[in-house]
């Protein structure tokens, strides 16, 4: 299965705008990117990579977004884990 991660990963990329190139939904609108597939992708890829530190979670989009402090998308979240317009 290596085949398909790596095609999963070079498919699901940003476009000029910040969304992903593959997911759409039934009328044609894009999902956010990084999409959750995409972050799947990177998790399992990191899951498999040795070399990875597996206790950071740096190895993903999520994981490097949340250690520049990016990771709730400029959203407080509450401490019911909902998240708050600023």
Same mark, same amino acid.
């Given at each position: 299965m290596p085949d398909l991660l790596e095609r999963?990963?070079?498919?699901?990329?940003?476009? #000029?705008?910040g969304y992903c190139r593959e997911c759409r939904d039934a009328t044609g609108v894009s999902a956010a990117w990084p999409c959750v597939t995409r972050e799947l992708a990177e998790q399992a890829r #990191?899951?498999?990579d040795s070399a990875q530190p597996a206790d950071s979670g740096s190895g993903t989009?999520?994981?490097?977004?949340?250690?520049?402090?990016?990771g709730t998308g400029g959203f407080e979240i509450a401490g019911d884990g909902r998240h708050r317009s600023p």
């Amino acid at each position: 299965m290596p085949d398909l991660l790596e095609r999963t990963l070079a498919e699901h990329t940003p476009d #000029s705008q910040g969304y992903c190139r593959e997911c759409r939904d039934a009328t044609g609108v894009s999902a956010a990117w990084p999409c959750v597939t995409r972050e799947l992708a990177e998790q399992a890829r #990191s899951m498999n990579d040795s070399a990875q530190p597996a206790d950071s979670g740096s190895g993903t989009v999520a994981g490097r977004r949340r250690a520049r402090g990016m990771g709730t998308g400029g959203f407080e979240i509450a401490g019911d884990g909902r998240h708050r317009s600023p």
